[in-house]
């Protein structure tokens, strides 16, 4: 099993449509998570943090369940430009030096249409 | 602002030649990390270096795959001999150890194609 898996998609959506991706961590000492965002062709770029409160920036929320180890990311009013490939990262305690840092889910693939 | 710079940007090889790719991090950071990515298995990390002392290597895939850090503003990772299943993008990327975000700032990536 992965230790973070994604659904690949591609999720096909219209423009103002509202998506939601989801993904799931089999650490459970997992301690950062977070979204980054990989346009075609492109380095991944971080696009936002997950804390456990939820947290949300502009159209984008994202939310975090240890107890079922899911985060979440919702995009509301599609834009053509959010077309691109969301990566899930978790890693171990920002301290913890003796461990892998970020594993990254292998990404969920949105197009936005018009 | 120069970001995370790697080199070459795009290698096309044959089988069994010697690859080197190259990667200068943001200077003040002293995390480095090389990933590979491929439409098979992602993103996946390689080896990472904190204050150019190798951390983790469980993820190099074999003896072939060697990295080394000599100071804290450059970094390579070496392919002796390199395969056609070599063939991916190798991104490296950087940040300032300790920072809450723990973000991590990615180089373009290099392009490799072995023939």
Not at chain 1, 78 to 104: E, H, M, N, Q
Not at chain 2, 93 to 100: E, H, K, R
């Amino acid at each position: 099993r992965k230790e973070v898996e994604q659904d690949p998609g591609p999720f096909n959506v219209p423009e103002g449509a509202t998506v939601a991706f989801n993904c799931t961590y089999s650490n459970s000492a997992s301690q950062s998570f977070f979204w980054y965002r990989q346009d075609c062709r492109k380095e991944p770029k971080l696009l936002m943090s997950v804390y456990s409160s939820g947290n949300e920036d502009g159209r984008f929320t994202a939310q975090l369940n240890r107890a079922s180890q899911y985060i979440s990311l919702l995009i509301r009013d599609s834009k053509l430009s959010d077309s691109a490939t969301y990566l899930c990262v978790v890693t171990p305690k920002i301290r913890d030096t003796g461990r892998r840092a970020l594993t990254f889910g292998s990404g969920t693939r949105l197009q936005v249409q018009p | 602002d120069a970001g995370v710079i790697q080199s070459p940007r795009h290698e096309v090889t044959e089988m069994g030649q010697e690859v080197t790719l190259r990667c200068k991090p943001i200077s003040g950071h002293n995390s480095l990390f090389w990933y590979r990515q491929t439409m098979m298995r992602g993103l996946e990390l390689l080896i990472y270096f904190n204050n150019n002392v190798p951390i983790d290597d469980s993820g190099m895939p074999e003896d072939r795959f060697s990295a080394k850090m000599p100071n804290a503003s450059f970094s390579t990772l070496k392919i002796q001999p390199s395969e056609p299943r070599d063939s991916a993008v190798y991104f490296c990327a950087s940040y300032p150890q300790g920072v809450p975000t723990n973000e991590q700032f990615f180089g373009p990536g290099t392009r490799l194609t072995v023939l």
